[in-house]
């Protein structure tokens, strides 16, 4: 559970005991449906969520047209493609973006995005988001770390397939940079990620090796890890959140169907109860409990009788001495006569 001192993105707190904030990252899962993305803008406000995810995936000219093969779970299986086809098939005109996103601050909603290049860094920043994120392609690198840092702006580096040292190199870029708030996120492999290979110790691990806030971005298939993520006191948690009924593709099978951001959000906040103090919390005036045992008469003790183990016992409730003062009545004469059966008051010692 983070004890870091609390620190605001947007209008919700993270840190020191708070809920974590959830971001449901609709990211360009969308492609060219943009009425699809202005459903989901919609369905999200209208939960209550505080702050939405997305991404700002404008240039196909980012993924060169030779591109690696690229590899991803659909409903078929294991599928491999040409990476700058899938790039093609998921970039968004960056003023459709600005449309997209500038309606959900509208709604009021806060606005965390992805970056992949400066016009990107720009555009999060005219909209006023809350905060900008590396996306874990892009870990390595030290420009677009730097300038995303220097903005002032709250900054999360996802840390999807790195090393521990390129990790440890991203966060040095960025606080030579000037970042002013770093939130670390712990990203599986995969995706999707098996529970097997999900290491959710290495979430807190990131928080306390480089000072920061730490989260989860979740490429589990299902909720579990998301829920495992609030039990550990994550300060964020991010899930990909998609239209019921969106066609495979990639990210789509470890995504969140809008249908069920409202239950998770619900046992996100139980989970979240659950952590509680560190401490147990008493009020000052509670009754003693009646599951309490006292020391009580064995036989009947004259006047001037030593009170030992063999002349007393214990007995629920406590309604003369408790046995936790034990050590001082052991020796000890009894003033007056008690008869057997009676618990032993403090004016009988």
Known sequence: ???????????QFIGAGELPLFLPDIDVYFKDDTEG??????????????????ALLHDPETCLPGGDTAYYVSGEGLRTENYRAIVDRHVVPLDTLRRIYSGARDKGLDLILSVYDDPGIALATEL????????SSNITHAPLIRDAASTGLPLIID??????????????WARQAGVTVL???????????????????MMTALGEDHDCFDGLSDHF????MMLLAAARGADVIEKGVCLDGTGSDIDIAHALPISQVGTVLEKIRLYHEALGARERVLPADRPLPPDRMCVVAATDLAAGTPITRANVRFAFPP??????????LDGQPVKRFVPAGQPLQDDDV
């Not at 559970?1 to 209008?11: D, E, F, V």
């Not at 309604?319 to 001082?328: A, K, Q, S, T, Y």
């Open 1 to 11: 559970m983070s004890t870091r001192p609390r620190q605001k993105i947007g209008s």
């Open 159 to 172: 840390t999807g397939r790195s090393t521990t040292a390129e990790i440890a190199r991203a966060v040095g």
């Open 37 to 54: 993305a202005r459903r989901l803008v919609d369905a999200l406000a209208s939960l209550g969520v505080t702050t939405l995810k997305g």
């Open 319 to 328: 309604l003369g001495i408790g046995c936790e003062h034990w050590d001082r």
């Open 183 to 201: 939130i670390v996120q712990h990203s599986p492999p995969g995706p999707p990620a098996p529970a097997s290979a999900f290491n959710l110790n």
């Open 128 to 135: 006023g988001c809350a905060a900008v994120k590396i996306p």
């Open 221 to 224: 298939v299902g909720i579990d």
